[in-house]
């Protein structure tokens, strides 16, 4: 009888286990950049949650369909479908989405009032911006489960969401360090081992990382240089690299403008920053 009993607890304990072990997180973050993707990650275990990962909207849609998640945090530009795409495709009640009025905060590092305007147009509920600013987003997070507001609650001007890091794209770039090490920690979770990790991935990230950028300044090719300058630059500041940051920042707001004249002048400024960063890390 005692061995009976014994199985049937163990059986009840498994049975709980897988129950939690299948449980849904409660955030889906949907982010194409492996080094965002594993900050986000981290600021969300500062904030005591887990979340699943989509790394595009495609597959962010294929998760909805099959889940129901309390909050998703939408990249806005992906390769493919975009933030905003999946975003109305979202709220468009015939999709397959099961839920099409789950909370969605966009994360870009476009930061322009008509950014703002064209992602609140689309269904998103919140905008932040890259690099992620630690008490913002918890801020953010934890209002948005907790309430699941329908709409923004606070002012998102441009100058407000500019405001937090335009002292780096527009001020003495010099006086910069070249990785904020106390940054980058607080942006791993307080996990070295998570901060090697990003900084291990950044640098190999950057072989090569100026000639993609050079070539569409020497094209003419605007998409191409918001594209590839978007997706440094986020990474850049999501691991502390300010001095590059502030370079990619400016070069980015250059092409968005279509000023590549401007974009150019800057490109011996890239190429010594992403040296600095290399440097600094080998």
Do not use: W
Not at 131 to 146: C, G, K, M, T, Y
Not at 249 to 270: T, V
């Amino acid at each position: 009888m005692r061995t009976i009993r014994s199985r049937e607890r163990c059986s009840t304990l498994k049975s709980h286990h897988e129950q939690s072990s299948a449980a849904v997180p409660p955030v889906l973050l949907v982010e194409d950049n492996r080094i965002n993707q594993m900050v986000a990650i981290q600021l969300l275990k500062r904030a005591g949650l887990v979340a699943d990962t989509a790394n595009n909207a495609e597959e962010a849609l294929h998760r909805l369909s099959t889940h129901e998640y309390r909050l998703v945090l939408m990249d806005v530009q992906m390769p493919g479908m975009t933030g905003i795409e999946a975003t109305q495709i979202i709220r468009n009640p015939e999709s397959d989405v099961r839920d099409h009025t789950v909370p969605i905060i966009a994360m870009t590092a476009f930061s322009s009032e008509q950014d703002r305007k064209d992602c609140l147009n689309a269904g998103m509920n919140e905008f932040l911006t890259k690099p992620l600013e630690i008490d913002r987003f918890a801020e953010v997070v934890q209002r948005f489960l907790s309430a699941a507001p329908a709409s923004p609650t606070r002012d998102l001007s441009a100058s407000a969401i500019a405001n937090a890091h335009a002292g780096a794209a527009e001020g003495e770039r010099g006086a910069l360090p070249v990785i904020d090490h106390q940054d980058l920690f607080l942006r791993s979770g307080s996990d070295e081992a998570v901060a090697r990790d990003l900084l291990r991935r950044f640098f190999e990230r950057l072989h090569n990382a100026g000639a993609p950028i050079a070539a569409a300044v020497t094209a003419g090719d605007r998409d191409a240089l918001v594209r590839h300058t978007h997706g440094l630059c986020g990474a850049a500041g999501n691991i502390g690299a300010r001095r590059l940051y502030a370079v990619l920042k400016q070069m980015h707001g250059f092409a968005r403008d279509g000023d590549l004249a401007a974009a150019s002048r800057l490109l011996p400024d890239l190429e010594a920053e992403i040296s600095a960063v290399r440097t600094v890390l080998r």
